[in-house]
């Protein structure tokens, strides 16, 4: 009797669930996986081009709020919107409130109050305050938040206490943006400058000397009864040969603003040995034959302010001239301020401009490339 054949599947293992799955609905399942892998590729290309979109937006509204140069220019980047805003019309402001949307309306709004600010415009400063504060209730520059809305400053540390290994800082202070801003409209309009800090009047009688810088034109200064040393002086070598002494004199330094600095525009002239015109001559180490006695005038480097040339042992050089074009009052105290230009100041910030060699002009002072010489010089 022959033996019962054995099952033909005997010995061979059952298909796994997932294979028998993946077999009968393989063509469905790539289908699917293709859709969600075109649809998260599609989101991703459509989510960068709403980003794209928005970012260029915003782009061109922080330069029509003068912001753009921050994003540029390094030496910029630090710059506020005080700073940003002084190249911006008020005009030009208010006309791009109508043409932006209301995520960035506050921001414009709160522009145009800063720039009010800086004009002393106080009633449109508070006016479009209010008008932040009425049109978006809930906005960041509104609510009141438990944060610093200002800069901390370090606090002083007690002379008798042993000096802490890290800074200590003021407390912050609750507010909003708009807060603040009000009680800067407040300080502003309370501010009074001190008499000390007052452009002095250039007295009637004042004694004036006028110089002429050939093809670039006149200035006249003022010489103020203040320092008498330095006035008569000036006055003797004006008056001498017909102004002799500064014919021919070429201006031998300007200092001016850079790219990476601001720098307040000054000039000088004087030294006898710029009358040459082979500049390999020109010094600035000759001794000088007209000092005199330092005198302390009380003066400060106003824009248009006529200083001497310190000199060694507490001297003062009559005859050789700082004139500070812009104001420039961390020279107070160094030099001796006895006049102001009353005419022509124009004419000095124009002689700032010249041109310089590159290294000079890196550098933001320099002899200018330019012979730039006294023509005449006479008392009026």
Known sequence: ??????????????????????????????????????????????????????SEE????????????????????????TEALKGIELADLEAQVGMSNDAQKPYVLLAIARKAMMTKNWERAESSLAAIESGYPKHDLVIVTEGAMQ????????????LAAEPEWEDTVDGSAIAMMRQQIAAAKGFTLPASFAKPEIPA???????????????????????????????ELVSADDGAWFKGVAVDEVRRSTKLR?????????????????RSKWTTTEPSSNIVEFEDTGLSHFAGAVSARPEAEGKSCADRLWISVDDDANNDGSRVVFGFVVEGLDILRTVCEASLDIQAEEQGQGQPTENIRVTAAEVL
Do not use: C
Request: overall charge negative; charged content about 20%.
């Open 1 to 54: 009797m022959s033996a019962t054949p054995p099952p033909t599947h005997e010995g061979t293992e059952s298909p796994n669930p997932f294979e028998i799955l993946w077999e009968r609905y393989r063509s469905l399942i790539l289908v699917v996986v293709t859709a969600i892998l075109l649809a998260l590729i599609g989101n991703t290309v459509w989510t960068y081009m709403e980003q794209d979109a928005v």
């Open 58 to 81: 915003w782009a061109e509204f922080t330069v029509s709020i003068g912001l753009g140069d921050s994003y540029v220019d390094l030496a910029k980047s630090g710059d506020g919107l």
């Open 151 to 162: 800069t901390r400053d370090p606090k002083k540390p007690d002379p008798d206490e042993p």
């Open 205 to 235: 009688d004042a004694k004036k000397v006028k110089f002429t810088l050939g093809d670039y034109g006149s200035f006249t200064i003022a010489l103020m009864p203040n320092a008498p040393l330095h006035t008569e002086k000036l006055i």
């Open 262 to 278: 601001e720098t307040p525009y000054a000039m000088h002239f004087g030294f006898q040995s710029t009358k040459d015109d082979i």
